[in-house]
């Protein structure tokens, strides 16, 4: 059976979309795939239990969001992405672009998401995070 849409949560993910346009993704549309690219390869990329530690520390708009996406549910890549380099590639994939064209809007997604997380839930995010993914994830220094 279909959720039913949560107003609060689909306010929050068009809040997250709205800003990321801002941030240097001109249209509305293109954040949309953006930050489900994003959330598509990461789902990817986290397996098992840390899975669902991660997905329940996520604000909520990405809750029921962190799912592989229909297309790579049909046909898995072979590899899960393992490095930030195949995160890269997995999103341009879905965007049809180059892996180096996508990499500052794979940080931005991220860092619009951790934004929307107080410190103590970004860190436990963090933890469970793959070790190679951490630099995406941290706030620049």
Do not use: K, N
């Not at 410190?119 to 706030?139: H, K, M, N, Q, S």
């Amino acid at each position: 059976m279909a959720r039913l849409p949560d107003p609060h949560e689909d306010a929050d993910y068009r809040a997250l979309v709205d800003a990321l346009a801002r941030e240097g993704l001109p249209r509305r549309a293109e954040a949309a795939r953006a930050v489900e690219a994003v959330v598509c390869a990461l789902a990817q990329r986290i397996a098992g239990p840390e899975f669902d530690d991660v997905r329940e520390l996520l604000p909520p708009p990405f809750r029921t969001r962190l799912v592989t996406c229909e297309r790579h549910t049909a046909s898995p890549p072979a590899d899960p992405p393992r490095s930030a380099e195949d995160l890269y590639a997995l999103v341009a994939e879905d965007l049809d672009r180059s892996p180096e064209e996508v990499e500052p809007t794979v940080r931005a997604v991220l860092a619009a998401v951790r934004a929307q997380l107080g410190e103590g839930e970004a860190e436990d995010v963090a933890a469970r995070l793959p070790i190679e993914l951490l630099p995406l994830w941290r706030r620049p220094s």
